[in-house]
């Protein structure tokens, strides 16, 4: 329990202090590049130079694992250059009932990883990126419908049609259990639309599930709204299509972008 307690109040300064943190002037702030709350990752990395932190609370209910489980979920994001970006991703606390042995509080795991841009795009053309994801501690939480990986490997592609904007990810995660390892095969399609200064996304995901030998897969419907450019409030909810998945999640967070580089641009020396 001190564990999990030290995990969240960590968390909690991430969640909180870059909201108190003075503005720069609103030009000089690019626009956040939210990966929440869809289950698809974006291709396109975020601004360069400029920390983006993902945050937000999940409840789930009817699942072979626990009847209910919150957690909150904070993914922290860093675009070093146009092409490479790296990732810290934490579930600081959960609560599950009805899973025996793990019911009350725990902690979930932590990983770090990166995200390379293979192929930019724009507009109709389609950034393609890779991306692994390593773990680093497992955590004693119950487990989603998706599981848990200790390796993850994913190909990204983002495109726009229209006002359509689309991510697709196809995914490969090494599940571990005692001595067994197994491969895990992930597929996300997200569709997302604004309308107004709303936007609305729909997702189909499926996951093979190595370990019992079922599948996992879903619906997602979500809303999404910026009250400024470095800030997307998000909200939505899930529902599982098969047997082994869970059966409903409900989410909201947001995505905010810290207005201060963390270095200086790199200027360019421009011909007369």
Known sequence: MKRSLRILLASLSVFYIPLSCAQNNANETPECNPGRPTVSTPATLTPVGYLQFENGGLYASESPEFATRFGIDQVTKLAVNSRLQILLLSEPLTHSAGAGTSDGYSPGGIDAGFQGVLVHGEGARPTISASYIRQFYGGSATDLDIGSATNSMLLLVSTDLGKFHFDINGIANEQVEAAVRRAQFGQTLSVSHPIGNVTLAGEFWHFSQPLTHGNAAGNLWAVSYPPKKNLVLDAG??????????HWEGFAGFTYLLPHR???????????
């Open 237 to 246: 909810f899930e529902h599982g299509l098969t047997g082994t998945s869970t």
């Open 262 to 272: 963390l270095w200086r641009a790199r200027k360019t020396n421009r011909q007369p």
